[in-house]
């Protein structure tokens, strides 16, 4: 017996997801089963985060090559453009519309791998450039040695971020491999201290206000290093990032597509870069494969928002199919069709009362 064609055909209730990876950053993508969700695409994250255990934001299935109607029903309304060679896709992020623009082959039917995807950001800017912020002593790491602060840049690029040199944290030998072992252990540690300290001022929550609450955040503390890993051809610059994000700062392996937009719109304030110039973005992981994996970032246009340039931002990476999965409850498994997580467990008050 196929267990696997088995599971997919016999449950009334079951989660199909396409799996994918961006320089190793797993991807999964929802395309049917969910559960409904209501409301803003910012409203339906929050429901998704107190309902289920993981949140999983639903994409159509555009970027594969999936002709089902049922999977992807706005696949007819997909033009494809014969002289470039693409597909462009309006996808709904909890940032706002962004723009993707998808490289295909069969006249459209199907993505061509050889080249990357594209996607133009929402408008991006930043908020703080080089902002001195003081570390307390109960918050000071063994790295940062003598200096009592360290200079930040704070910018929006779908999300807040706050950039940090390598060198700032006290770790001279930043990004690069070339001296020996990244202590990514006590990078974690120096900026989790440093977004503890920036979430407890007042002052500096105000640098990460928005207009939708549900984005008044502060979302990762991203080390960057200027000059390391190879450029890609055709652009001017190269720069390496480590991006710690979440609650419970994890690290992305990829370059970070909202992060590249966020660090253009500084480097644009900054007078570092002209629009219309390329910029070569890594990971740790990309320059650990010979760059395979960098993002190209550029300026494909500035805006005027409320008196203040933005800029919205090209850029370009490349994703990677890994498999597909699909996930089911069985008849009698109270547990399975619950969900948990180990913090609910261990938070519970009495036994079972997370299971409904």
């Known amino acids: 017996m196929d267990i696997s064609a088995h599971l997919s055909q016999s449950h009334p209730r079951r989660i ?14 929802v395309y049917a089963g969910f559960p409904e969700t209501h409301g803003t695409l910012l409203e339906q994250r929050t429901e998704a985060s107190t309902t289920t255990c993981r949140v999983s934001i639903r994409t159509s299935d555009t970027l594969s090559h999936r002709l089902s109607v049922q999977t992807f029903p706005n696949r007819a309304a997909l033009r494809f453009d014969p002289e470039t060679r693409t597909v462009k896709v309006l996808l709904h992020a909890p940032c706002g519309l962004v723009e993707v623009t998808v490289p295909a082959a069969e006249g459209g ?25 003081r570390v307390p002593a109960s918050h000071r790491w063994p790295e940062l040695g003598e200096p009592r602060s360290v200079a930040v840049d704070v910018a929006y690029g779908g999300t807040y971020y706050a950039l940090v040199a390598a060198s700032e944290l006290g770790f001279p030998n930043g990004l ?3 001296s020996g072992r990244i202590d990514i252990d006590a990078m974690s540690h120096a900026t989790a201290l440093l977004k503890e300290t920036m979430n407890a001022d ?22 960057v290093d200027d ?23 994890q690290v992305d392996r990829s370059p970070t597509g909202s992060c590249v937009s966020a660090r253009m719109a ?19 992981v990309s320059n650990a494969f010979g760059g395979q994996g960098e993002f190209v970032g550029r300026i494909a246009k500035t805006l005027d928002m409320d008196g203040k340039k933005v800029a ?44 409904k």
Request: aromatic share 8%; with cysteine.
């Open 176 to 178: 690069s491999t070339r």
């Open 312 to 355: 919205v931002v090209r850029t370009a990476g490349t994703g990677w199919y890994t498999g597909s999965s699909t996930f089911v409850a069985e008849e009698g498994d109270e547990l399975g069709k619950a969900g948990f997580s180990i913090n609910h467990v261990l938070e519970a008050k009495g036994e079972h009362n997370f299971v």
């Open 202 to 223: 007042a002052e500096l929550q105000a640098r990460v206000a928005h207009p939708e609450a549900g984005l008044s955040f502060l979302y990762s503390i991203t080390v």
């Open 266 to 284: 500084v480097a644009l304030d900054k007078g570092k870069i002209k629009a219309e110039e390329a910029w070569t973005y890594h990971s740790v």
């Open 16 to 29: 199909s997801c396409v799996e994918m990876h961006t320089t190793g950053e797993p991807v999964r993508i």
């Open 227 to 249: 000059g390391v890993g190879l450029p890609s051809p055709g652009t001017q610059g190269v720069e390496t990032g480590l991006c710690f994000f979440g609650d419970h700062h």
């Open 109 to 133: 039917r199907k993505v061509d791998p050889s080249r990357a995807v594209s996607f133009d950001s929402v408008p991006s800017y930043a908020t703080a450039l080089d902002l001195a912020i």
